[in-house]
């Protein structure tokens, strides 16, 4: 976070300021729609992909869902690697060039994806892409880098809104440009990658002085020596286990919500899109509209817990639920778990200096990616063991019950010291 001297040392822009307008400012539009189309990449052409992987690998469908699975663990693993990576870079060369390399290159890697005749170069595709994608972290520096302290966890709640909303007009837009051939969703990626590039060229200025940047260190930028760099901070390594905890119980609802569905509840695959579509608008609401007033009436830490009580409340009743009803009356109370992330982001940004923000949310970016590695190998192992027939259990619902017990861990790690409101940022060397 940006000392108060340093702010009054680099003022910002006015185009950042509401001082003349009540207008959402162009740069924060900006740094939205990048959130959002990075969300947008991966549903977007979901629908498409396992008619495209047979059509230039040929097989079937279990062979396609097999290489389904390689390129959807390829994207996350390289979110994983070179989100601090990317955070890294802006913290050393700025925010503005990062963020606009990274849209330029994904618009040619989907052009060349939407033009692959062969299953490595998609695999190379994704890769790419997991890798451009990666600029969550560098979108969050800048969003802390142009907001007041108060109304930082209140702006990562609409960052958080922005993917919800990709998460939401992904599948959606995905499905109905799949009507039109499946290279069509990976055409219509690469004009919304341009466009916010030609948007971002015009509107976005530099928000990090040369005086508060940092010489770029490999050691720092890779995943696990961001976190151990961070972590030892006072406090921080605590909330960032809290922060991958969270993510990998959260990750059970699109690991296993398709399968739960179909074998608690008989729902047809449009009736799960549907309730993922639901599932996503209300977390966009959540993070966009409801963080702001939670955070002002029971602060971080109050929100953060309240959060996880949320949570624990939907994870226990989506372990025992036989009615699908229920399961989708469950939905709003599930999506107001959507406030912790947000929260945790605020204290944690409020405890490093202006020169570290790119590489804590690097750190953030890696953790979520990588409990989205994990989480869904272990979900679908699990449902997969007490649904087998012959189960010693039979229990549909035996992934939330994991995904209780791992909030109700990292309940009690964030709740077993108090988190200081404000202290001074020291920097990390």
Known sequence: MRSCVALHRAPLPLPLTRTTSNRMPLPLIFILLTVMIDAMGVGLILPVMPDLIREVRGGGLSDAALWGGVLATGFAAMQFLFGPVLGGLSDRFGRRPVLLLALVVMTVDYGVMAL??????????????????????????YMADISPAQDRAAR?????????????????????????????????????????????????????????????????????????????????????????????????????????????????????????????????????????????????????????????????????????????????????????????????????SADAQGELHGALSSSTALAMIISPLTMTAVFAYFTAPGAALYLPGAPFLLALLLTCGGLVIFASRPTPTSQSKPKLD
């Open 116 to 141: 692959a005749g062969s299953i490595w170069l998609l695999l190379i595709g994704r890769l790419v892409g997991g890798i451009t994608a990666a600029t969550h972290a560098t979108a969050s520096a």
């Open 156 to 352: 990562f709640g609409l960052i958080g809104a922005a993917f919800g909303a990709g998460f939401v007009l992904g599948p959606l837009m995905g499905g109905i440009l799949g009507e039109y051939g499946t290279r069509s969703p990976f055409w219509a990626a690469a004009v919304l990658a341009a466009g916010n590039a030609a948007l971002g060229w015009r509107v976005l200025r530099e928000t990090l002085p040369q005086t508060q940047r940092r010489r770029f260190d490999w050691r720092r930028a890779n995943p696990l020596g961001a976190l151990h760099a961070l972590g030892r901070l006072p406090g921080i390594g605590r909330m960032l286990l809290v922060y991958f905890i969270y993510h990998v119980g959260f990750a059970a609802y699109p690991a296993v919500w398709a399968y739960f569905g179909v074998e608690r509840f008989g729902w047809s695959p449009t009736m799960i899109g549907l309730s993922l579509g639901l599932f996503g608008i209300q977390m966009a609401l959540v993070q966009g509209a409801l963080i702001g007033p939670v955070l002002r009436r029971l602060g971080a830490r109050g929100t953060v817990i309240i959060g996880h009580v949320f949570a624990l409340a939907a994870f226990a009743a989506l372990t025992l639920l036989s009615s699908g009803t229920w399961a989708l009356i469950m939905i709003p109370l599930a999506a107001l778990a959507g406030v912790i992330p947000p929260a945790l982001q605020g204290i944690m940004s409020a405890r490093v």
